[in-house]
């Protein structure tokens, strides 16, 4: 069983930087994928990026690109979101999740959630 625990979240102004801490208790992350997505409200959930943890490759959504960066941290057991050049539209609620396949169509874990807003 994996537990995994978002922090970082906040409220900023446009063009600022957040940095997501996604942190996993019960398992390693070894051989897991690990994912960020959002849901703003009244809206679904939407893929952000991932990281394959032993590979070290990372995916992102077009509308993320050249702003975020998803990173992990080995003796930590940890996976970072480093947002930057934040735009009102990033406002949401930020999940983690992982899951042991490679290309998970869904994952087994999530997060309890982190809130972002970002004003204009």
């Known amino acids: 069983q994996v537990q995994l625990v978002e922090s970082g979240g906040g409220l900023v102004q446009a063009g600022d930087s957040l940095r997501l801490s996604c942190a996993a208790s019960?398992?390693?992350?070894?051989?897991?994928?690990v994912a960020w997505f959002r849901q703003a409200p009244g809206k679904e959930r939407y893929f952000v990026a991932s990281?394959?943890?032993?590979?070290?490759?990372?995916y992102y959504t077009d509308s993320v690109k050249g702003r975020f960066t998803i990173s992990r941290d080995n003796a930590k057991n940890t996976v970072y979101l480093q947002m930057n050049s934040l735009k009102p539209e990033d406002t949401a609620v930020y999940y983690c999740?992982?899951?042991?396949?490679?290309?998970?169509?869904?994952?087994?874990?999530w997060g309890q959630g982190t809130q972002v807003t970002v004003s204009s």
């Open positions: 019960g398992r390693t992350f070894n051989s897991y994928t």
């Open positions: 990281i394959r943890w032993s590979a070290g490759s990372t």
């Open positions: 999740a992982a899951d042991v396949r490679a290309i998970p169509r869904t994952y087994t874990y």
